[in-house]
């Protein structure tokens, strides 16, 4: 279960966050994160982690949001761009394994949304 790992990492930028800015127990609504989709997650596991490392922390109580961003390629060799539905980086145009990947491997923590 890699999710609890990489949920570890998210949590201590929000707490680290939180505390910068003094915000008070029960002020965070929810945690907005981009994942790429190579890095494979399992969003209910990652919710899960999520909701296990928060408790009785500051962020306690709130969700977390998470969007899946698609693989986006390009290929240098016929210069087609495009997203990909597999984790075989390769063109689906001219079926090139030169291909370089633009989108996809991120793990970035968006926004924290607080009242």
Known sequence: ?????LCKSIVDTVLEQM??????????LSTKINVGA?????????QFAYGVL?????????????????????CNA????????????YCPECFSID???LQGKELTLEKLEVR
């Open 1 to 5: 279960m890699h999710e609890l790992s």
């Open 19 to 28: 505390k910068k800015h003094d915000l008070p127990r029960g002020s965070l």
């Open 38 to 46: 190579m890095r494979q997650i399992v969003s209910e596991q990652m």
């Open 54 to 74: 928060t408790k009785n922390t500051i962020a306690a109580g709130s969700e977390l949001d998470i969007t899946v961003l698609p693989v986006i390629i390009k």
């Open 78 to 89: 016929c210069g087609w761009k495009g997203q990909t539905d597999t984790i075989m980086a």
């Open 99 to 101: 291909v370089i990947m």
